[in-house]
Structure formats: structure tokens, C-alpha cells
């Protein structure tokens, strides 16, 4: 007995997506799948969609030259042993093939998953518009992964100067990049992340460039990784005089460090006239919850509906920080007291969400904790050093601490002036899971929650929180752990969900191995103290940070709300480029500056003392 396997996509002008390499009415539409039937996976057994329409002999032609129709509808028939397979996964592209080589563009990143019951007949799969699909041009180009492997790229002043083995004095000019060709990749973007139209990434005297910061996103399937190459080249800005080549090889990254840099030679006329530093971050499919996540979900419904001139009010850390700024607040932060108390402020309508940070334990467990470093029985540690249940009876017995109450930054009764007089008391630790099940549901939509995840990140000084080592934690692990565990838990709740993290690679990580839960990067600013910002040029300023954002189709960003009051320009700047502005900040801990901070035309605020 076999069942039927037919899979239908319409595809309309007005919505057709645009593509860096080509048109989509100049390739064909192809279907792989994790089965026989459907090539299980292998590109060269591929299967195409034929035109269902009824066509003239011109368009016929067309057809037969391999061209995709536009305002037709496309299908294709698969026959499956039904009781061989118990579910289909499958992902649609365009692509035009030569010989063995493909050139391929995904429309749909994310497998789609149907089960297959013991004596079905037939499954139809209607799919709806193609170019029709949430994000349009977003889906295409930063869709999810799902067998595929994302290496970014990035240039910038601090890393893109050449080296001083310079034997042409022409690469002190200022220079720009271009991509020639590539190889083995199933899709390659460029962006010029800058505030100012120059496209150059290398100064003319080495000096550093604060606005500028230059990626190559290359997507390609691991099993290819030997081959997968970038070809770019070098000219000199504004004269566009080549300088040299250069070649972005994935077969040079480590597959253990998803974070690292690679010297890459700049060559002319088989000369090598120097090297780049190259920054790149790896990133792998999410393992962990096996393709269960959905395309979309309601989180995502969620946050994008929100009203454009209602400003989203956020409980941060449940009633605020317990132990910085000028009135912290007097519940121990991302506690079950504290959410309590946030979501009862959701209840009488004085708050919209409630924030929380998140941090992987030695043990990966997920909990709600707001440092990297913490003083366990008075000895500093780190939270990934230590397993959940060791954390969790420290706690208990009030044997934990911040660094800064352990080194006599924030005195014991300091804090009780505050009104924190339970700081010496046990607290029970607060796992996400734990939160998530426990949330109230009686709101009409759940409880809207903004999950900050932290991980540690290089400083303007060259220094780490708490001085963890560079790549202390497997970014890739880091990110699966903490949507699986979002993902079981509110599976059956439909909390909605937003993430964040001041760390870009981070954001990237998040967007790209999910499409369920919008992400938010978050940013310190412009104006903040050395040791307070992120060296990570994609979060140094706002106006990168936002560039960044608008050019990984995050859903918003976040920063210091203290310049978001002394740049109005900030905020319409993001409204232009479709990102969602957030202020944050410990200064409105008063009054006076959160009252002001309430009239800006921005989309969002998280604060402390949400009860008041």
C-alpha cells in the first residue's frame, strides 16, 4: 500500500522575492526530504514542481527552458510506502543545476513535519503564496537552519586592518570588498554595516573606524564544508583600483570554537601583499528538540501585533534589580516573590510583561539568574563551574552572593536602607521551566515574557564578566540548551515568548536556530564608561547595533534609555528599518526620568519598582 504525497505552492508576481544572485523566475522549484522518495537530503536527487496551470505554447517554451511561471500554481506527486515511514520531513528551494554542481537559494529553511498514520490513502500539503510567507524577503534570506551550517563573517577597524607585511603601499588606501563567487554554498549575503554610505573597511592611515563594520553570512551543508569557499576581492575606495584577492575557506574554522578569527592572505598576481583578520561565528541546526519547533508561533503573533503607538511595559528581573541604583527594589530579583508581584502588576494593568535572565548551569540546567560570576559560602565561581543542585541549596541557606557584596561594593545595610531586609535569607532558586509552568494563563494571551540571556562578552577594556576565558561556553550549546528547555516547557502554556542578550553572536545564534521565538539585541550605547561596553563592534554604538539588527531581521533593540531621551532621532531611525526600539536603564528607578522616558515614541520600556 503507498500513500500519496501531493505538496502545492502558488506563486504570485506581487509577492515575488527578490534574490542577490539571480531571479526567481529563472529557476525551477525543488523539493528534498528526509526520505527515499524525496532524494533523502541529496541534492542531486532533488525533485522539481511542475506547473499545474493550463499554459499557451509561448509560456510552454518557457517552462521547458526551466523558468518558474509567475501567478501559476506548482505541484508535485510523490508516492510513499505508508507503513514504512512515520514522518516526512521535507524544504523547498529554487535552484538551477549543472552537471553535479547546484546553485540554491532556500525558500523555506526549516523542515516542515507530517506524520504519516498506518493506512492513509493520501496527504495534501497546500502551502499557500509562495513570496507570501511571513517575512517575505526575511524568510529567504535568513531563514532557519535545519541541515545547513551559517558562517558569518565580519570585517571591522579593530580587526580588518592588514598586517604590516605590506609590500604595496596602495592597501593603506582606503578599500572595499566584493564578492566575485563562491562555492558549495546554498546562499551568500553581504552587508556594509555602516551609519555613513563609505564602503570602505580599512582606513587609510590604520586608524580605527568606529562606524563601520562589513559581514559575509555563507550558509552550506557540513558534509560540503571541505569545499565551501567565498571568493572575494579588494578595491581601492573611491578610484575602484583592484588590490588583491582573498578567500573566505570554511575548511580553515574550527568546528569545536563556534567564536574565533582567521588571517586570511590578500594575493596579486600570485603575490601575497598581506593578511586580514577575520572574525567569524559558526552556527550549527538546534539538536535538541528535533525539529519539533514550529515555522511560526504565537509568540511571534504576539510581539508583532502589538500597537505601534502603545509603548510595552516591562517588569525587569521580576520587581526590578534588588541591589543597584538609587531605589532597588525591595524583592530579591528573578524570584518567584518577585515574579509574583510583576505579574499582579500585569493583572492591574500597570505592566505588559515581565523580563527575567537567563544562564546555563555546569549541569545545563536554565535558571533565572542575573551573573555570570557568584560567591558560593563566600569563594567566587562561576554559574557554568557549578551544578544546578549545588546552586540551588547555597541559595537556600542564603550562601550566595554577588561579587560586589562579596568585595564591600554593596555593604549589608545598604541594602536594608533600601527595604531588602531578607537579603541574608535563603531564597529558592528558579528554574525556567519552573517559571514557565507557573505563570498565570488568565490574561487572554499568557503571560508575555522577555527572556535576557546572558553570556559573557569582551569589554572595551579587554576584560570579560567575572573574567571568564573567551569562548568559555559552546555557543551552539549554550543557545540548543536554552530553547529546548523554553520549548518544553511552554509547549502546553503559549507564555509569549521574547528573547535578548547583549552578546551578538548571541541574537545571530537565536534567529537562525529558531523561528518561533522573536530576538532582541541589546545594546549599552554610546556613551558609557569603557569597562561598561561591549568591544563587539555590532553592539559598540547604537547606530551599528541598529544597522546590525535591521540586517539579520531581528524583531527590535534595546539600549540605555538615558540616550534614547537625548536622541530623538534614535527611535524614528528604527521605525525606518523595521526594528522595534526598547529603552532600558536602572535611572528610571526615578520617578521623574521614567515619567519622561514614558512620552518617548519608542515601542517598549523594561524597568525596575513596576509597582509603583
Not at 554593596?410 to 531578607?422: A, F
Not at 532558586?429 to 508575555?448: A, H, I, R
Amino acid at each position: 500500500m503507498t500513500t500519496k504525497l501531493t505538496i502545492t505552492i502558488k506563486h504570485q508576481t506581487e509577492n515575488c522575492i527578490q534574490h542577490d544572485k539571480w531571479d526567481v523566475e529563472a529557476n525551477k522549484l525543488w523539493v528534498i526530504g528526509n526520505i527515499d522518495e524525496l532524494g533523502n537530503n541529496d541534492l542531486q536527487l532533488a525533485k522539481s514542481f511542475t506547473c499545474i496551470d493550463e499554459i499557451d505554447e509561448e509560456e510552454e517554451e518557457a517552462m521547458l527552458a526551466g523558468m518558474v511561471r509567475p501567478e501559476s500554481t506548482y505541484q508535485i506527486e510523490i508516492n510513499i510506502p505508508s507503513y514504512k515511514y512515520e514522518a516526512i520531513q521535507y524544504r523547498l528551494f529554487l535552484g538551477k543545476k549543472s552537471g553535479k554542481l547546484w546553485a540554491i537559494d532556500s525558500i523555506e529553511n526549516k523542515s516542515r513535519n507530517y506524520q504519516v498514520e498506518p493506512g492513509t490513502r493520501s496527504i495534501k500539503i497546500n502551502l499557500g503564496t509562495f513570496g507570501n510567507l511571513r517575512g517575505g524577503v526575511a524568510v529567504v534570506k535568513n531563514g532557519v537552519l535545519w541541515n545547513e551550517r551559517l558562517v558569518q563573517f565580519s570585517f571591522s577597524h579593530s580587526n580588518g586592518a592588514l598586517f604590516t607585511q605590506l609590500k604595496d603601499r596602495k592597501l593603506f588606501q582606503e578599500t572595499c570588498v566584493k564578492i566575485e563567487k563562491s562555492a558549495m554554498c546554498t546562499s551568500v549575503k553581504h552587508h556594509q554595516i555602516s551609519p555613513t554610505p563609505k564602503p570602505h573597511f580599512i582606513n587609510k592611515t590604520g586608524q580605527e573606524n568606529d562606524d563601520f563594520l562589513s559581514t559575509i553570512s555563507v550558509r552550506f551543508f557540513s558534509k560540503f564544508a571541505g569545499f565551501m569557499k567565498v571568493y572575494c576581492k579588494l578595491f581601492s575606495h573611491p578610484s575602484g583600483e583592484f588590490v588583491g584577492d582573498f578567500v573566505l575557506d570554511a575548511d580553515k574554522i574550527n568546528d569545536i570554537v563556534p567564536e574565533g578569527k582567521i588571517s586570511v592572505p590578500v594575493m596579486n598576481d600570485g603575490k601575497v601583499l598581506g593578511k586580514i583578520n577575520v572574525d567569524y561565528v559558526s552556527i550549527f541546526p538546534e539538536a535538541l528538540t528535533k525539529q519539533e519547533m514550529p515555522i511560526e508561533d504565537y509568540s511571534y503573533n504576539y510581539w508583532l501585533s502589538q500597537p505601534e503607538e502603545k509603548i510595552l511595559l516591562g517588569a525587569h528581573r521580576g520587581c526590578g534589580d534588588s541591589f543597584f541604583g538609587s531605589k532597588p527594589s525591595q524583592h530579591r530579583e528573578n524570584t518567584f516573590n518577585s515574579f509574583a508581584h510583576a505579574c499582579a502588576a500585569i493583572e492591574d494593568e500597570k505592566a505588559d510583561f515581565i523580563h527575567a535572565d537567563l544562564i546555563v548551569t555546569g549541569d545545563k540546567h536554565v535558571i533565572c539568574y542575573s551573573n555570570i560570576g557568584l560567591a558560593m559560602y563566600g569563594k567566587k565561581t562561576m554559574v557554568h563551574s557549578q551544578n544546578f543542585h549545588k546552586i540551588q541549596e547555597a541559595a537556600k541557606e542564603g550562601k550566595i552572593k554577588n561579587f560586589e557584596q562579596l568585595d564591600g561594593e554593596i555593604s549589608r545595610s545598604k541594602l536594608r536602607m533600601c527595604g531588602l531586609s531578607d537579603v541574608e535569607k535563603g531564597w529558592d532558586l528558579v528554574e525556567v521551566k519552573d517559571l514557565l509552568q507557573n505563570l498565570p494563563e488568565d490574561y487572554g494571551t499568557g503571560t508575555p515574557v522577555n527572556f535576557e540571556i546572558k553570556y559573557a562578552a569582551v569589554m572595551m577594556d579587554n576584560k570579560t564578566e567575572a573574567d571568564v576565558a573567551p569562548n568559555y561556553e559552546n555557543l551552539n550549546n549554550y543557545c540548543d540548551v536554552i530553547i529546548n528547555s523554553i520549548f518544553r516547557a511552554n509547549q502546553q502554556k503559549n507564555h509569549p515568548i521574547l528573547l535578548s542578550s547583549y552578546s551578538a553572536p548571541v541574537c545571530l545564534a537565536l534567529r537562525n536556530k529558531q523561528s518561533a521565538y522573536p530576538v532582541m539585541l541589546l545594546t549599552k550605547g554610546d556613551k558609557g564608561e569603557s569597562d561598561a561596553r561591549f568591544k563587539d563592534v555590532a553592539v559598540k554604538t547604537n547606530k551599528l547595533a541598529l544597522k546590525y539588527a535591521a540586517a539579520e531581521c531581528f524583531y527590535g533593540i534595546g539600549t540605555d534609555v538615558s540616550e534614547l531621551l537625548a536622541d530623538d532621532d534614535f527611535s524614528g531611525a528604527c521605525e525606518n528599518a523595521g526594528v522595534k526600539c526598547f529603552g532600558l536603564g536602572k535611572q528610571m528607578q526615578d520617578t521623574p526620568v521614567l515619567e519622561k522616558a514614558k512620552q518617548l515614541k519608542i515601542n517598549g520600556l523594561i524597568y525596575d519598582n513596576i509597582e509603583e
